[in-house]
């Protein structure tokens, strides 16, 4: 069956107030994460009326802003940018994971090219239940973690059909970065050494990121500011531009990952990563507040579930209610999320395998749940049922890249190796680090993801499947012109993430760059607990409290970019999230 998840109906769209996005945000009383410092937040924005482009990496963000200097267009821009990334930034994505890439172009079309991994053809319902019991190792780390790569493929398509330069000119930067090395960043150090006992247990693996230490001569990861040079990425970037994406995918890395495969106990063969394809797949659109919301449709959770947490919301006049205390639109706010939380454990899988209800962005559903928040208290809830539900179907990782330019093209790139470092491994010769996708799947029944998640038979483990994602790139239209783009990283949070960015930017009126500092929550339903970011105003924490929610404080919720665009003035402004260390360019 193939992509049964279409566009719906748009009915029983209300409108209940509209807070215009170029508004002056005159309301600065929301708290900010401590982390963040008054210099972060003047400077995690940049303007242009050319072009712009967002990520979580200066020197990524400079290759995208090298492209716009080319002659190319938002498209290469972003694959440039997404392509250095796997080098600087190769702890969150990289050729070895997978991708959604959402497109407008100037003409105004849509396109959602998925590049998600897919389960290798010798994957099974029950592959991990029989190589761990209950244990979730082996979905998280080494060879059987990881699905076949997509990204690369995507990187490719979307160039080849929507970019202006070449594969070869978007891998140049990211090229000279892998073979000249490039001062690690905080981030990356501090990721490195969390995952130093994994990446140990891999020797190819171990010599990239470890070195022996001057003076105490013991050998251990790279540390903050210490120069990584990767010549084998260096090398494999270099093959790919003279030889195409098909050294990857039925040369060289097919062949020494079949090699390593059988060597370490995979399944993933030569002929799974030749046999990997891309999917062209339909967004999915709804209203909400007179804007139109494009996003990702399955096997991303991201689109649904942003669309139908704001449906939800368009029943709320969240002004109104923040105006009247700030803790009243927050639960509401987090008991919709709880609501679409419940219906992705329930309802979502990759759509080539199993049905997801066309009725889970529907309106009048959305009325019905919304029914069922109370002001004053936490509801418990179950998933729902649907309409059109046929009854017997029943920290710290990824990146987004965001980018837009003057002719009207735009792209929401969010791109992965799922958790830090993947599968901690890499293919030996080749410096790529696999994914460790295979975790997005239920691996075993009842026992939560890496992010808490659980999840159902539709999304159980199969050959040639995609596992269910969070990954939510949304480009925000108002009267058929795009004037946002938002996506994500941080598992389920994504979801989160972006429906903050969208109310706190449409319905609270800040600017893009406010609208991703401010501190976010998020529930996901299991765990029942709603987590806060660290430093949320004590007065919304006890307002929440009173209203019987279970409270948990974290302190990372994500990293979010966009760009949005201010249609009088006719400018872009570019925002990274100031809870990393990223970079907003334009020319
Ligand atoms: N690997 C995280 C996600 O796709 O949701």
Known sequence: MNNRFLVLGLFAFTITFNSSPSQAWQTATLERPASVSQQDRLSNTASSKMNMIASVHPLATRAGLDAFAQGGNA?????????????????NSGIGGGCFILIRNSAGEFFAIDGREMAPSAAH???????QGSISGPSRTGALASGVPGALKAYGQAVEKHGRLSL??????GAKAANEGFPITRAYADNLQGTKRQMSRFPATAKIFFREDPSSKQIRPYEFDEKLVQKDLAATYANIAQKG??????????KATDKWMKENGGVMTFED?????????TPVRTTYRGYEIVGFPPPSSGGVHVAQVLNILEQFDLKQLYDDEPAKMYHVVAEAMKLAFADRAYWLGDPDFVEVPLGLIDKNYAIELAQRIDLST?????HGTPPNADSEFFERHTTHVAAADADGNWVALTTTVNTTFGAKYVIPGTGVIMNNQMDDFVAIPGKPNAFGLVGGEKNSVEAGKRPLSSMSPTIVLRDGQPILT???????????EVLWAIINHLDLGMPIGEAIAQPRLHHQWAPTDLLLESNFDPNVVKGLTSRNHSIRRSSGMGICQGISFDPVTKTFTGAYDPRTTGKAMGQ
Request: neutral net charge.
């Open 75 to 91: 498209v290469d821009a972003a694959i440039a940018t997404a392509l250095t990334l796997g080098v600087v930034d190769n702890y």
């Open 125 to 131: 319902k029950n592959l991990f239940r029989d190589v």
């Open 168 to 173: 070869k000119s978007a891998l140049r930067m």
């Open 245 to 254: 994406t098909d050294w990857f995918y039925h040369g060289e890395f097919a």
């Open 273 to 281: 990563v030749s046999n990997y394809q891309t999917v062209d797949r």
């Open 378 to 382: 936490v509801v418990a809830s179950q």
């Open 486 to 496: 938002v996506g994500a990283a941080g598992g389920p949070k994504i979801i989160t």
